[in-house]
T-cell receptor, first 113, second 119 residues
């Protein structure tokens, strides 16, 4: 069975704080993909990152960074120096090769000035 | 670059009516996925098509049907609409069923969504 758990339902931080969004996944497949999407209040799903199961390199993109650890089945997302525009719902998702994307329940992030 | 196009962006229907949503994938993408996202919920997978054949099925109600046409665009038909069908409907496309392969990079590209309101 496939499952994505985002234990944090809502997080509230003050601007410039760092925040980490947790994602834990379950799968029996050896080839799979992990994604993070941002959904702002306007509703569209904005692609942030994709990781393949055989690539455990962490990644940094500006204020965003991702920590992929197969040993703990986690793919956590950190925003450094958060900004009000980061306020959104963030979804972690898991995809088996050849199948559809399976989303977590999402974490609603509120960044206040 | 061309993205996934969904139409209409907004749709208002009465209970028991029928609605059709359209999705135009990125050129050369052969796989289309449909998702339904209720208020405050995560997107739920409905159905997918690869090369015009159904490739995977999720929690799609029997009142809904979908197909992929020869030009790879897809339509989601919803009949006997219920209040609970009010949601944001996303279409996504990929190459080769989203497999990391010689033909696909494993990426899914989402459209901006169609918001259906059932009154």
């Amino acid at each position: 069975a496939q499952k994505v758990t985002q234990a944090q339902t809502e997080i509230s931080v003050v601007e410039k704080e760092d925040v980490t969004l947790d994602c834990v996944y379950e799968t029996r497949d050896t080839t799979y993909y992990l994604f993070w999407y941002k959904q702002p209040p306007s509703g569209e799903l904005v692609f942030l990152i994709r990781r393949n199961s055989f690539d455990e390199q962490n990644e940094i993109s500006g204020r965003y960074s991702w920590n992929f650890q197969k040993s703990t089945s986690s793919f956590n997302f950190t925003i450094t120096a958060s900004q009000v525009v980061d306020s959104a719902v963030y979804f972690c998702a898991l995809k088996r090769s050849g199948y559809a994307l399976n989303f977590g329940k999402g974490t609603s992030l509120l960044v206040t000035p | 670059a061309a993205g996934v196009i969904q139409s209409p962006r907004h749709l208002i229907k009465e209970k028991r009516e029928t609605a059709t949503l359209k999705c135009y994938p990125i050129p050369r993408h052969d796989t289309v996925y449909w998702y339904q996202q209720g208020p405050g919920q995560d997107p739920q997978f409905l159905i997918s098509f690869y090369e015009k054949m159904q490739s995977d099925k999720g929690s799609i109600p029997d009142r809904f049907s979908a197909q992929q046409f020869s030009d790879y665009h897809s339509e989601l038909n919803m009949s006997s609409l219920e209040l609970g069908d009010s949601a944001l409907y996303f279409c996504a496309s990929s190459e080769d069923r989203g497999r990391l392969s010689e033909w696909g990079t494993g990426e899914l590209f989402f459209g901006e969504g169609s918001r259906l309101t059932v009154l």
